[in-house]
């Protein structure tokens, strides 16, 4: 089964606990939630693999360690993984950006595609996803399915909030992908959104509402 990483970091608590407010504005939202994904995206990518290179420092020859080359792409899941992207692209500059569209039918709740464009060599790369939150956890599965189908085989999946529905899902349909969340919360309301949660991420990212 994949690993569940709850960050449970006093940096990342403190920005939380600003995004869920409700009358946290647009301006702010948006930038914490980059912010969030950043720290994140420090944290998700602590195995990825190094090697040693020699270089000359103004004093001596050393021995260092630099990423082993490997290749990473993003994939947001619009529209409010979108909200992610520079946060992690800060870090991880050289990755490759994909981007799926998928929307939640708010009657039945199931994702439903209207964009798919991915790197072609998706399949040879590490890939993270992007979405702030994993509720009922269709979305993801979906999303995670579509690059599979691209042959892909190292994902990972990062939300800023989850819900233990989200996680079971994707933990039960893709076992081999971890999952990086800045908080679990307790449960879902009968429109599925995340409770305490902090409501509609895109409206609240896009100022849509
Ligand atoms: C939200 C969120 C996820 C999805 C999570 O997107 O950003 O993609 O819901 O719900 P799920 O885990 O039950 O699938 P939404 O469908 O509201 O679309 P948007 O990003 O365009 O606002
Ligand atoms: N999508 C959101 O944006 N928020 C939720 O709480 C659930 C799904």
Known sequence: MGQLYVMNHPLILHKLSIIREKD??????????????????????????????????PL?????????????????????GLGMVDGVIELIPNAKIGH?????????????????????????????????M???GGSAEAAITFIKQRGCRSIRLMNIIAAPEGVKKIQEAHPDVDIYTAAL?????????IVPGLGDAGDRIFGTK
């Open 134 to 136: 994993l509720a009922t």
């Open 60 to 80: 001596a020859k050393a021995t260092v360690k630099r990423l082993a080359g490997k290749k990473l792409a993003i994939v947001p899941i619009l529209r409010a």
């Open 185 to 193: 919360d307790d449960c879902l309301n009968d429109h599925g959104y």
């Open 100 to 132: 799926i569209g998928l929307y939640r039918d708010p009657e039945t709740l199931m994702p439903v595609e209207y964009y798919c464009k991915l790197p072609n060599d998706i399949g040879e790369r590490d890939v993270f996803v992007l979405d702030p």
């Open 24 to 57: 946290t504005s647009v301006k702010e939202f948006r930038e914490i939630i980059s912010e969030i994904a950043s720290l994140m995206c420090y944290e998700a990518t602590r195995d990825l693999p190094v090697e040693d290179v020699v270089i000359e420092t």
